[in-house]
Nanobody, 117 residues
C-alpha cells in the first residue's frame, strides 16, 4: 500500500518560516520525481516545486528565492523549506510522487499552511 504522509504545516505570521516533510512508503522512492503542490480556497491546485530523481529542482515563479525543495532517499522523505512566507502562500500543500516511465502518480492527504497576522 502506497502512502505519502505530509507534516509540518501550521499557522505562521508573514515573514516566518515552515518546513514541510513528506514521508513515502510502499514505493521505490529514489526512482520517483517528487513534487509539492498547493491549493488555495477557490483556486486550482498548482505545482509549487519539483525535485527529480537526479536532484534537479524547479519552482513556480512566485516562490523562487523563498522556497527550497530537497530529498533524502535514505529516509524516503521530501522536504519543502518555506522562508519569508506571505499571506498568498496560504493553502493546503500536497506531496506528489510521479514515476515517469509507468505514469504512476500518488498523492498525500495534504497539510494546511496558513500565513496571517
Amino acid at each position: 500500500q502506497v502512502q505519502l504522509v505530509e507534516s509540518g504545516g501550521g499557522l505562521v505570521q508573514p515573514g516566518e518560516s515552515l518546513r514541510l516533510s513528506c514521508v513515502a512508503s510502499g514505493i521505490a522512492f529514489s526512482v520517483y520525481n517528487m513534487g509539492w503542490y498547493r491549493q488555495a480556497p477557490g483556486k486550482q491546485r498548482e505545482l509549487v516545486a519539483i525535485i527529480t530523481i537526479s536532484g534537479n529542482t524547479d519552482y513556480t515563479d512566485s516562490v523562487k528565492g523563498r522556497f527550497t525543495v530537497s530529498r533524502d532517499n535514505a529516509k524516503n522523505t521530501v522536504f519543502l523549506q518555506m522562508n519569508n512566507l506571505k499571506p498568498e502562500d496560504t493553502a493546503v500543500y500536497y506531496c506528489n510522487a510521479n514515476h515517469l516511465a509507468s505514469g504512476r502518480t500518488y498523492w498525500g492527504q495534504g497539510t494546511q499552511v496558513t500565513v496571517s497576522s
